[in-house]
T-cell receptor, first 114, second 113 residues
Framework: KQEVTQIPAALSVPEGENLVLNCSFTDSAIYNLQWFRQDPGKGLTSLLLIQSSQREQTSGRLNASLDKSSGRSTLYIAASQPGDSATYLCAVRQGGSTLGRLYFGRGTQLTVWP | DGGITQSPKYLFRKEGQNVTLSCEQNLNHDAMYWYRQDPGQGLRLIYYSQIVNDFQKGDIAEGYSVSREKKESFPLTVTSAQKNPTAFYLC????????????FGPGTRLTVL
């Protein structure tokens, strides 16, 4: 069964820092990997989706990379802002399945202070 | 507005009572999912449905039941058999094709007293 791990569990940084959030997964036979953002008491918002054949995706100050063979992904946040404070969740969709189910990590709780 | 709605946002129930959480989507998505989230935990899959009148158990289906009588609706019933039902419940839907991502509702926080 696929297991997804995120490190660190929590991160507190001053505004302006560049950040790296890590995600690892045990079964490299994935279809894609997604990074989500969750604000307290809210649903999830998709940030970036990387297909298994891709190495990275970028959106604004966010860049996500994928190394499928080693079972790792990183989310890079440039020039962090207080508005980036949230929990970031990594999720993988297993390959070979048409059911679309996702396996989630426990998340990294990010706090960016002014 | 297109999207996924969950109601109510907060729900309180006495121990031993069944309770049904609503999930409605007007995105014309085929697949729908129910997840449970506990503090400091990732999302765990309860049930999912690919088409109307069909659904499958996820990793933690015990004590829960669902129905999918209409494409836009996927209600979740938390039964008295669920030993620890207090949690945050999230519903999601996914289109049949691209983009291959799930869209999430705002969630329902269930507290059993």
């Amino acid at each position: 069964k696929q297991e997804v791990t995120q490190i660190p569990a929590a991160l507190s940084v001053p505004e302006g820092e560049n950040l790296v959030l890590n995600c690892s997964f045990t079964d490299s036979a994935i279809y894609n990997l997604q990074w989500f953002r969750q604000d307290p008491g809210k649903g999830l918002t998709s940030l970036l989706l990387i297909q298994s054949s891709q190495r990275e995706q970028t959106s604004g100050r966010l860049n996500a990379s994928l190394d499928k063979s080693s079972g790792r992904s990183t989310l890079y946040i440039a020039a962090s802002q207080p508005g980036d404070s949230a929990t970031y969740l990594c999720a993988v969709r297993q390959g070979g399945s048409t059911l679309g189910r996702l396996y989630f990590g426990r998340g990294t709780q990010l706090t960016v202070w002014p | 507005d297109g999207g996924i709605t969950q109601s109510p946002k907060y729900l309180f129930r006495k121990e031993g009572q069944n309770v049904t959480l609503s999930c409605e989507q007007n995105l014309n998505h085929d697949a729908m999912y129910w997840y449970r989230q506990d503090p400091g935990q990732g999302l765990r899959l309860i049930y999912y449905s690919q088409i109307v009148n069909d659904f499958q158990k996820g990793d933690i289906a015990e004590g829960y039941s669902v129905s999918r009588e209409k494409k836009e609706s996927f209600p979740l019933t938390v039964t008295s058999a669920q030993k620890n039902p207090t949690a945050f419940y999230l519903c999601a839907s996914r289109p049949g094709g691209s983009p291959d991502t799930q869209y999430f509702g705002p969630g329902t926080r269930l507290t059993v007293l």
